[in-house]
């Protein structure tokens, strides 16, 4: 059974930081693409970050140079460091893993990340 588990999301003020991990099991996790994406209320969910197997990464427009996505290959897990967030970074932030080789895409159940004053 596969499961992605994310942690470290809540409410923050404008400007501060917060770390979200994702915790996979179930998959043979170095073969995935991990991502992160968000989706904001009446808004379609959207990419935030990607680390792909290979090592590169890729992040919207919107968060370069305020987000990095890292990854722990050992432990499973994918990382969100989200540094000089903005109240239009609200929003539900979901851990998805891909292995475009064979289809097989896995989401989380999705941290609530508020940035308010």
């Known amino acids: 059974q596969v499961q992605l588990v994310e942690s470290g999301g809540g409410l923050v003020q404008p400007g501060g930081s917060l770390r979200l991990s994702c915790a996979a099991s179930?998959?043979?996790?170095?073969?995935?693409?991990m991502g992160w994406y968000r989706q904001a209320p009446g808004l379609q969910r959207e990419l935030v970050a990607t680390?792909?197997?290979?090592?590169?990464?890729n992040y919207a427009d919107s968060v370069k140079g305020r987000f990095t996505i890292s990854r722990d290959n050992a432990k499973m897990t994918v990382y969100l460091q989200m540094n000089s967030l903005k109240p239009d970074d609200t929003a539900v932030y979901y851990c998805n893993a891909e292995r475009t080789e064979t289809g097989r895409n896995y989401w989380g159940q999705g941290t609530q990340v508020t940035v308010s004053s």
């Open positions: 179930g998959i043979i996790f170095r073969f995935y693409a």
């Open positions: 680390f792909r197997s290979s090592g590169s990464t």
